[in-house]
């Protein structure tokens, strides 16, 4: 006698278009957070699936921190033509203009990403937010639900956060109120890794090795550029790298590897015990509760 039975990839590819439906049903003004990375770029591939062959019925957001790598930016831009989406920015930069947010020296402008991205969700009164978060990349995040409520502040309490028993989701919320949507929350580096080599998924080419000039810095490779000058005295070395994560230049790290394929980064990730923030990004390193504390004030 035949059985039907999905594969695992397949499984949590029909969970989570089948959540971005039920927000799309739900919800009055979805969005979906864009950066151009690996998950969110497998969040728009899941997107289009959801939907095709119609049009993504929401818009994608870039809470942009000006401290970005071009290759990442120049993906955002054509991926985004390519699917003819709208793009909305939500500027870091033109929050440190204004006088909304202060940079401090030496801070990652990560944290800062926090009231733009408010900021943009109260001015296009956007009631639900896509986001390509996975419980497997920090503890913070494992937490959460796949519905996060954020309340009229846009804060998170991991304390009193709603049921979601037999995947029922509560999307209740007053005007002001938005609730966070995280499809990826039950996929891991790994599945995301698998997703794109099965799928033929486009990502930058910083994902996979490259050659590039970089410099040891607080137990990290730190990409040579506009935003990360070499110090006096510091060495510069030329290595075969790749980028597991891409965030905020100045402290986002490259990893040594010789993976030039999605295969072969199967592979590298298969076989690695440290999580891809874990071992690149520094400013999730300030403390234990790091995350968790700029996700209670809204982070993502």
């Known amino acids: 006698m035949s059985t039907y039975q999905l594969s695992h990839l397949a499984t949590l590819e029909a969970e989570a278009i089948h959540i971005i439906r039920e927000v799309v049903a739900e919800f009055e003004r979805p969005v979906l957070l864009f950066s151009g990375g690996k998950d969110s770029i497998v969040m728009l591939r899941l997107a289009e699936k959801a939907f095709w062959p119609g049009r993504i019925p929401f818009p994608v957001m870039h809470v942009d921190t000006g401290h970005n790598f071009d290759e990442v930016l120049a993906f955002r831009d ?30 990652s402008r990560n944290r800062l990403q926090t009231v733009p991205l408010l900021d943009a969700i109260e001015e296009h009164r956007f009631d639900a937010a896509f986001g390509g978060a996975r419980r497997d990349e920090e503890k913070a995040r494992a937490k959460e639900r796949v519905y996060s409520f954020r309340d009229e502040f846009g804060q998170w309490d991991p304390k009193n956060q709603r049921p979601e028993l037999w995947s029922l989701y509560n999307g209740r919320h007053h005007p002001g109120e938005h609730i966070r949507v995280f499809p990826l929350s039950n996929w891991t580096e790994l599945d995301i890794w698998q997703y794109i080599a099965t799928d033929g998924v486009a990502i930058p080419a910083i994902y996979y090795a490259h050659q590039r000039q970089v410099v040891r810095r607080d137990g990290m490779l730190l990409a040579i550029g506009p935003h990360v000058p070499v110090r006096e005295g510091e060495p510069v070395e030329e290595l075969t790298v790749r980028y597991r994560t891409v965030g905020d230049a100045t402290y986002t790290g490259a990893v040594e590897s010789t993976a030039a394929t999605a295969e072969e980064v199967v592979a590298e990730v298969a076989a690695t015990r440290l999580t891809e923030r874990g071992a690149t990004r520094a400013d999730d390193k300030v403390s234990e509760a790091s995350m968790e504390d700029r996700k209670k004030e809204g982070y993502f």
């Open 78 to 107: 054509r991926r985004v033509a390519e699917l003819g989406v709208q793009l909305v920015v939500a500027s870091v930069e033109e929050a440190i203009r204004t006088g909304r947010v202060r940079e401090l020296p030496g801070q």
